[in-house]
Structures are given as structure tokens and as C-alpha cells.
Nanobody, 120 residues
Framework: QPQPVESGGGSVQAGESLTLSCATS?????LAWFRQQPGKEREGVAS???????KYAESVRGRFTITKDNRKHTTTLQMDSLKPEDTAMYYC?????????????????WGKGTLVTIST
């Protein structure tokens, strides 16, 4: 099973950048990033398939970039122009089958998350 493991979270100021990484034990055709703020539902951020096709949430489009390295079984989420509202626990996930969409219900394997905090 492609158990995802996230890394790269931390605390930065608004306007700065962070890079999150996710590694899986086996190759997957799709990897996605999600985030969850306290008291809110988990929301999709971005997804990428093995061909490099990407999907983004409207709230991060143009600021975040997701990439996938099929050879290394990794995905990277480059987050630029960060805002305080981007503060959340970020999770990496992979589906067992089905479309590569950044929807929580489409995912089967989840990492434990990495915390991102953006201050003003």
C-alpha cells in the first residue's frame, strides 16, 4: 500500500513560501494534497496524476504548484505568496482507484499530516 509520509511544514510570515513533500512506499498513479483547519472540514488543495495533469482549488490557484516524481514516488507542493488563511494541517493522500481529483472521498491512503502556520 502506498502509505504517504509528509514533510516540510513550518511557520512563516505572510507573503513567504514553503515547500511540502510527500513520499510513498510504492508508486501511485495519483497523489493529492488536502488541508484542514480546526473546526472545519478537510478540503482539497491540489492533485497530480502520473502524466503530470494537475487540478487546484480556486483558493490556491496561481500560488501553489504541485508536481510528481514518478521515479522517486514523491510529490511536492510549492506554496508561494502564503496568506494567514492558508494556516492548516496539510495532508497527502492517494487513491486506490478512480479519478485523480482532490476530493477527500476519492482518497484511500492518508498521511498523518504536517502543520503549516502563516503569521501576519
Amino acid at each position: 500500500q502506498p502509505q504517504p509520509v509528509e514533510s516540510g511544514g513550518g511557520s512563516v510570515q505572510a507573503g513567504e513560501s514553503l515547500t511540502l513533500s510527500c513520499a510513498t512506499s510504492t508508486n501511485t498513479y495519483c497523489l493529492a494534497w488536502f488541508r484542514q483547519q480546526p473546526g472545519k472540514e478537510r478540503e482539497g488543495v491540489a492533485s497530480v496524476d502520473r502524466d503530470g495533469n494537475t487540478k487546484y482549488a480556486e483558493s490556491v490557484r496561481g500560488r501553489f504548484t504541485i508536481t510528481k516524481d514518478n521515479r522517486k514516488h514523491t510529490t511536492t507542493l510549492q506554496m508561494d505568496s502564503l496568506k494567514p488563511e492558508d494556516t492548516a494541517m496539510y495532508y497527502c493522500a492517494a487513491p486506490a482507484s478512480g479519478p485523480c481529483d482532490p476530493r477527500p472521498e476519492a482518497m484511500d491512503y492518508w498521511g498523518k499530516g504536517t502543520l503549516v502556520t502563516i503569521s501576519t
